[in-house]
């Protein structure tokens, strides 16, 4: 592969080999990792730097966890040093990350255990590398597309020169995409418990002290909630007279008259109360990074009208609150979305995109096939990409396998495209939808022996959704109904031949 082959193009498949090449290639220009911004010990930065330059782009990152765990410390804690550092009101500033140490001993028992994880859920894949190729997806597509000048993160609310740069942008990209799925291990433990239960009882063992904690809606969980649920409101100049706010005089800050107060968007604090409830592991790896970095317990909020946020505050609070509630939404389909250019969103169809050498959907087949995924089109106002299955050349899978294949295969682009079809559902602002997507998933395995070898969902609007199988386009409804239809027919079949062979 050569330099040239990094850049993006729309009919080369994207895979860990590109991605390590391209960060091998490309990381000494992102902002936060420029050694010269930030001091850290010179023999840390050569550590950081060998461990970057020895990833082995030959090999899945899922076998190279020991040196992905040093480098996502690294990269975690630059980020939030780089943020601090961008934070006008620190007169003073140093290089710690207060608090990503102990995360890093979390990520470090969550990748022990992660084993076990897949004992408890056959349906459960990789987290711990997924992490990082979420990451380096994002990084390599937001910057090969010019997509971080397009996030807007409420600039109408704040003077120009106020405005989140770029630069902390990918940051907050950084964060956010590494530390999204650090929960995941807490909606395990149920299933965990079952397991042991199972086999427990088959030795006449009922009376079982069964693995637990308590996570209870405690005060500093509400706040977090709170936290992310919340947005700004600018302040009148009626509102602002009335305060009578004294200014500290010993912190040297731009005269500005524009305040804000926090305020809690009710769908918002539902939508996550519901999803902590339901032991929501994206609002769990939120409250996670906020008991562990000092960095997040040191953010602004406030609904006391007298002491109101300025513009630095508010910034500071966007970026933290920007990068919680991305997290806290990535697993929870009752968020919704009418723009492209925004964090949640593009971590949400990142999170989807990286299918590639995790187990999932080949999880039955004795050789799993290989997804290829092409990214054909990402905008401002557009995304399109195709997920490509084929099989191994030297591990082609059986005649049986790949007739159960064909099954999965529709049932894996139906759970996709319901996903997709409720996070872009009909809603409130629906005038300012400005968000199309096209996904599409290929079969290359059982193709000679079946027509329907692809199939494409769209969706432009939520009254405009459409599948395409092979060349034929109908809509969402009509392809639901032959899907159920033969759904029936593969019923009945089976019942047959139970009851002939019983």
Known sequence: MTPDDLSWDSTKPIDDEKLIKWFQKNYTKISYLNFKVHRRYPSQIKKIKKEIADLKPGEDLSHQKVRLLKIWEYLIGSAIVFLKLKDARELHHDDEDYGVGNLSKFFKSFTD??????????????????????????????????????????????????CITDAEKEAIWCITSLSHDLGYGMRLVPKINTKTRSMLEKFDIFNIQELGFPFPSTPFNEFVIMFISSDLREMSEKEIDSSKKKENKKIPLPEDRRKYLNHTQSKYFLKFSRAFDHFSHGVFSSILLVKNCIYFLESDFTLNPSKPLNQLDARNFLIRQTILRSIASHDCDEIYYLTLPQFPFLLRIMDEMQDWGRPGL???????PEVDLYVEELDKTHISYKCVYRDLPDKPMDEKDKEEFVFL??????????????ILRSAVGGELRDLELRFTIEDQISKPTTRQSTYSFIHITPKDVFVTRDKKTISWHEFMEEVEQKNQERKRITDAINRYVL
């Open 409 to 422: 295969f529709r049932e894996e682009f139906i759970r996709k495209c319901q996903i997709f079809r409720k």
């Open 362 to 368: 080949s999880d039955l087949f004795k050789n799993k």
């Open 113 to 162: 255990f992660e084993t076990v994880f897949y004992g408890a859920d056959k349906h459960y894949r990789d987290h711990v590398s997924h992490m990082f190729k979420v990451f380096l997806l994002g990084e390599y597509l937001l910057v090969e597309k010019k997509i971080f000048p397009e996030i807007l993160i409420c600039e109408d609310l704040l003077d120009k020169k106020f």
